[in-house]
Antibody
């Protein structure tokens, strides 16, 4: 059974870089045709797509975040990563990693439990 | 890019049906059959309920159904049950490898 688990600092200072990891178990990132995804949800608010990555390194980013976001993958560790630079309080959110359902339709059928990241001043 | 528009709340009594709308534009909902719906209980990760407008993943009850007309997609929950009380989010592919979500609808089972 596929499982995804986010990890990283729960507190990041304003203007610094938010860095998170997503560990995938029960399946191989590199032996599938799925994209791997980051999504976030500010407290009490809706979902926001951040970006997708394929095991080859191909990435797609939300245009509103593109200038600050980097998503990377390490197939040897079966992990993928999120870096978000120059963070502000508006970046405080629960960050989820997820798997794109086969078919490339941008629907996400497996999610991590999420990790709360607070940006402090 | 603008978020899709959902009503903030919806409600129904057990056994009844309720429909939640998701309005986009001709550049997202109206142009692609890639609308998804997610259910999210408090403190939990979202769960995929509908993909490609009308399709249900394995394990999702057939009480949940999706449809689309023009720039508006809809999720219908029939035979409401207490456990259906949750937040529901729609999303749509918006072209150029871009995705938009709706603002979410809180479904209350009365």
């Amino acid at each position: 059974q596929l499982q995804l688990q986010e990890s990283g600092p729960g507190l990041v200072k304003s203007s610094e870089t938010l860095s998170l990891s997503c560990s995938v178990s029960g399946g191989s990132i590199s032996r599938s045709s799925h994209y791997w995804v980051w999504i976030r949800q500010p407290p009490g608010k809706g979902l926001e797509w951040i970006g997708n990555i394929f095991y080859s390194g191909t990435t797609y980013y939300n245009p509103t975040l593109k200038s600050r976001v980097t998503i990377a993958v390490d197939t040897s560790k079966n992990q993928f990563f999120l870096n978000l630079t120059s963070v502000t309080a508006a970046d405080t959110a629960v960050y989820y990693c997820a798997r794109d359902r086969l078919g490339g339709d941008f629907s996400f059928d497996n999610w991590g439990q999420g990790t709360l990241v607070i940006v402090s001043s | 890019q603008s978020a899709l528009t959902q009503p903030p709340s919806a409600s129904g009594s057990p056994g009844q049906s309720v429909t939640i709308s998701c309005t986009g534009t001709s550049s997202d909902v109206g142009d692609y059959n890639y609308v998804s719906w997610y259910q999210q209980h408090p403190g939990k990760a979202p769960k995929l309920m509908i993909y490609e407008v009308t399709k249900r993943p394995s394990g999702v009850p057939d009480r949940f159904s999706g449809s689309k007309s023009g720039n508006t997609a809809s999720l219908t929950v029939s035979g409401l049950q207490d456990e259906d009380e949750a937040d529901y989010y729609c999303s749509s592919y918006a072209g150029s490898k871009n995705l938009v979500f709706g603002g979410g609808t809180k479904l209350t089972v009365l």
